[in-house]
């Protein structure tokens, strides 16, 4: 299986031990490069920046303003305004839609977690049959594209009825193959067999090993799984358009498209969808900036292992 | 998931290094290898193995049964639909019609541009970071990665004020400059699209690479610099091609992810006429199944795209495969 082998060669290109970049070979340096590069990675910065730093100016403008003021200059403070617009709009709809992609989001990562945990402490820790098969099957599943499954999912959704439910959006979240594989080679790494035999002698019963033993030595890990479920959720789009037609269930991504949409014969729509876009942003950022280091570890691990 | 096109074929590369489980076992005790736990495993894997079956398996038997059957009116329309069997007839219609395999031109021409152009912008930024040039890295990093915490749907919807002539800053500073920029016409919303795209994945990408190359030795280049080797010539001569693996995938799943495009252009689609509702193939699946009503034939698209993706995947693993063996592995 050719995947298999471009899937562990990933980024570890060789072994050898990390190395430190900062300051080595400084002297070398000749300043115009210096200028250069710098210059580069700034212009690249205002690229990547520009946009969230025009949503924020743009959220403290009134809706006439935005339209008449140039974007990147600050005009009369109107973001309290516009946030109590925000939360009266059509009885408050917009914080319905954030308490739904907080709940598809933090149900679905943890639930999506635990799934992904439980399968890949099992393969790592148990020899049994069928064990070959299913590693197989989940290797081969990362090669199905997720969004070319959004349109059965959704004829299968009607057929059990889930259409138009929180669970129709929420249970095929949970499918997370690489997250499998991830919680497998976690697992691999942190459990050590003989302390799972060590607790069996002390009369544990598998389960609780794995609640008590295994969950908390494959924490780290869970977290990298966590954070990309929870991405994945909050940014789903296809799938929840397709089977919600209920505002009430509609998550940020929806709803707020919907507006921007509407907001083509609403214009007093325009400036609510600018402020729903920042705040659809913050928790989000913050979230993965602060966690930045759990994240980024298990990207790096891959190379740290050498 | 989409939004994470890449993160997971890096952090799978762990596998690569350790042992096989098996090969572990020796240091235990030998039952422990068969089936240790009795009935455990099983019902360990089982929630995922259910989901599984149900979420991705009965998907793709839907979509195959279902493209085979056709829903047809009866007469006078009020006994309402039947549904008969119909063979291949909706693959027929769907590549009869053109809207639809021109949107696979269209995605084609999009990958063909913005996928190379991404890697060149991830990978120069991640030597730039791996370089000794670059100060206060870990800023300008945030910077350039911020952009990944965005909800793609979000990031359509902002860039959508950037291209729209009576709110952007930017056709507006352009006009100030003289020039009369048409973000949205048709000639420039494939690569305005294409914009989200780089500005959403230029940073996870960026991410991934300046992680493999933290992972290159310092050895290896040392040697070429103690020979008067300079950083451009390092950076492109020795990180770049050790860094290959991680290169390859990156753009495999990038590629991967241009294929199924459907957020950004379906967003964007409400500024602008130019974004019919069949403009990628996603948006034609979506489209058949939602606007025209004929989820069969949406099936038969959602399964040509499908296969379509497969095949270029396989495609490109294959060629890279055949490109590393050239190399001598």
Wanted: net charge positive; charged share 10%.
């Amino acid at each position: 299986m050719s995947v298999v082998d471009q899937v562990r060669e990933a980024s570890a290109p060789s072994s050898g031990t990390r190395r430190r970049t900062v300051g080595s070979g400084v002297d070398q340096v000749s300043l115009g490069w210096t200028i250069a590069a710098t210059a580069g990675v700034v212009v690249a910065s205002i690229y990547f920046l520009a946009p969230v730093v025009w949503l924020a100016i743009a959220s403290t403008k009134s809706g006439s303003q935005l339209f008449t003021t140039p974007g990147f200059a600050l005009a009369d403070w109107n973001l309290w305004t516009n946030l109590e617009n925000l939360s009266a709009y059509d009885g408050g709809i917009f914080w319905r839609w954030a308490m739904n992609s907080v709940i598809y989001s933090v149900v679905g990562s943890i639930l999506t977690t635990l799934v992904c945990a439980v399968t890949g402490y099992a393969l790592a820790v148990y020899r049994f049959r069928g064990r070959k098969v299913l590693i197989a099957v989940v290797l081969a599943s990362m090669l199905v594209p997720t969004t070319v499954l959004a349109q059965p999912t959704y004829v299968l959704l009607v057929n059990l009825g889930l259409n138009n439910t929180y669970w129709g959006v929420l249970l095929p979240t949970l499918t997370y193959p690489f997250g499998v594989l991830l919680a497998w080679i976690f697992a691999q790494d942190a459990v050590p067999l003989e302390l799972v035999e060590a607790a069996r002698l002390d009369g544990a019963g598998e389960v609780r090993i794995f609640a008590t033993l295994g969950l908390r030595l494959m924490s780290s890990g869970l977290v990298t799984i966590l954070l990309f479920a929870f991405l994945g959720s909050w940014n789903n789009y296809m799938l929840p358009l397709l089977v919600l037609t209920d505002a009430e269930l509609m998550p940020l991504t929806v709803g707020l498209t919907g507006w921007n949409q509407a907001s083509i014969t609403i214009p007093s729509l325009q400036i609510l969808t600018v402020v729903g876009s920042l705040l659809s942003i913050v928790p989000i950022a913050i979230v993965f900036l602060t966690l930045q280091r759990f994240w980024r570890s298990g990207l790096t691990a891959g190379g740290l292992r050498g | 998931m989409s939004t994470m096109p890449t993160g997971r074929t890096v952090q799978a590369s762990r596998e690569r290094d350790r042992p096989a489980p098996s090969d572990q076992a020796p240091a235990l005790p030998r039952r422990r290898r068969v089936g240790g736990g009795g009935a455990a495993p099983y019902l360990f894997v089982l929630p995922f193995v259910v989901l599984f079956v149900v979420f991705m398996v009965a998907p793709i038997v839907i979509a195959i049964v279902n493209s085979t059957f056709s829903s047809q009116s009866s007469g006078l329309g009020f006994g309402g639909a039947s549904t008969v069997f119909v063979g291949v007839q909706n693959y027929l219609r769907a590549f009869g019609d053109r809207d639809f395999l021109a949107s696979f031109g269209r995605v084609l021409l999009y990958g063909v541009v913005q996928v190379p152009l991404m890697m060149v912008i991830a990978a120069t930024l991640a030597l730039l970071f791996d370089s000794a040039l670059v100060r206060a890295k870990r800023a300008f990093q945030f910077a350039v990665f911020l952009p990944y915490a965005v909800p793609g749907v979000i990031a359509a919807l902002l860039w959508g004020f950037f291209y729209q002539p009576s709110v952007s800053p930017l056709v507006q500073g352009l006009q100030s400059l003289g020039i009369d920029a048409d973000l949205l016409a048709p000639g420039t919303i494939l690569w305005s699209v294409a914009n989200v795209g780089i500005w959403s994945y230029a940073g996870i990408n960026m991410i991934i690479l300046f992680s493999a190359l933290q992972a290159v030795p310092s050895e290896v280049f040392e040697a070429a610099r103690l020979d008067g080797a300079g950083d451009l010539r390092i950076a492109l001569s020795i990180k770049l091609p050790m860094i290959a693996p991680a290169v390859l995938l990156t753009t495999l799943s990038t590629v991967i992810g241009t294929l199924q495009l459907f957020n950004e252009p379906q967003v964007l689609q409400s500024i602008t006429p130019n974004i019919s509702s069949d403009w990628t193939p996603n948006m034609a699946v979506y489209a058949a199944s939602t606007l025209g009503r004929d989820a069969h034939l949406g099936s038969a698209m959602a399964v040509i795209l499908g296969v379509v993706t497969l095949a270029v995947s396989l495609l490109l693993v294959r060629a890279t495969n055949v490109r590393e063996g050239g190399n001598g592995r």
